[in-house]
């Protein structure tokens, strides 16, 4: 069977979901496809549809269009946000995102419970970004997530995975897909979240504030097959107490006196 990563009512073979906020419009579709993602982020506010410069023109085709409610305060902004997107025909998917916090910009879980029970009610395939918390995570899953999105360091920070042992456990006790979303600044840290058992990475400022950012589009792209490669195929054991060669040696070193 295939691998796919499965969200909702939706199937995607790809398990790197790119966000748009960062890239000029006429990088877009470059990134996009040397990424090879299937679900590219979009705030609604840069949705200006019917104007000069419209970001949907930009996103390649066939892709799957995730608007995210950036901007909402409350799970009432993120409610209306989300039906206005579904209007400019965004679609079902939606990623919840309120944030209060200006500093750190952390998301806000009992809001997002709230608007996670009020959109997954309406129809929508809800995707929640989140503090990682098992309880929080179980309460929206409750209320209708199709995915949780656990932020691995603060948004736009490319920190890495500083939240590694709870998006751990969230993984191993949810029965949803567990994304990665905020913090990742490497590749490597994308792989290791794969190996961890993460659905897929989201990421968005690691590419855009690269040099050369295609190429670590493509970067990214490999790592995440390769961390999910590694979780399917069962890392091997580790000894802290001692070492073990590849290779016996000992009949060789006893006969070879």
């Known amino acids: 069977m295939a691998d796919d990563l499965v969200i909702g009512t ?16 006429d990088m877009i579709d470059l990134v996009m496809k040397n990424g090879g993602v299937e679900i590219a982020t979009l705030a609604v506010r840069r949705a200006n549809a019917g104007g000069e410069e419209n970001i949907l023109d930009h996103i390649p085709k066939g892709l799957t269009i995730l608007p995210n409610t950036s901007g909402a305060r409350n799970a009432d902004e993120a409610v209306r946000i989300a039906m206005l ?3 400019l025909g965004c ?4 990623k919840i995102e309120v944030i209060r916090d200006s500093r750190y910009l952390l998301p806000d879980n009992c809001e997002t419970i709230k608007a996670t029970k009020i959109l997954a009610d309406e129809g929508f395939i809800v995707m929640a970004y989140m503090m990682p918390d098992l309880s929080a995570a179980r309460s929206m899953a409750a209320a209708g997530a199709a ?3 656990p932020l691995g360091a603060p948004i736009g920070s490319n920190k890495g995975l500083l939240t590694k042992d ?7 006790e949810l029965d949803v897909p567990v994304i ?6 490497r590749p490597s840290q994308a792989c290791e979240a794969m190996e961890l058992g993460c659905a897929a990475v989201m990421a968005n400022t690691a590419i855009a504030t690269a040099r050369d950012i295609p190429l670590m589009a493509k970067a990214f792209k490999m790592a995440i097959e390769a961390g999910r490669a590694a979780f399917l195929s069962g890392p091997g054991r580790i000894l802290h107490d001692r070492g073990e060669a590849s290779s016996p040696l000992t009949g060789f070193l006893e006969n070879g006196e």
């Not at 939706?10 to 419009?25: H, N, P, V």
């Open 91 to 94: 679609g079902d998917m939606v």
């Open 10 to 25: 939706k199937r995607f073979t790809s398990r790197f979901i790119l966000g748009s906020g960062k890239f000029s419009l």
């Open 147 to 149: 995915a949780i999105m």
């Open 166 to 172: 709870f998006i751990k456990i969230m993984v191993d």
């Open 180 to 185: 990665v979303d905020a913090g990742i600044g």
């Open 85 to 87: 997107a579904r209007e």
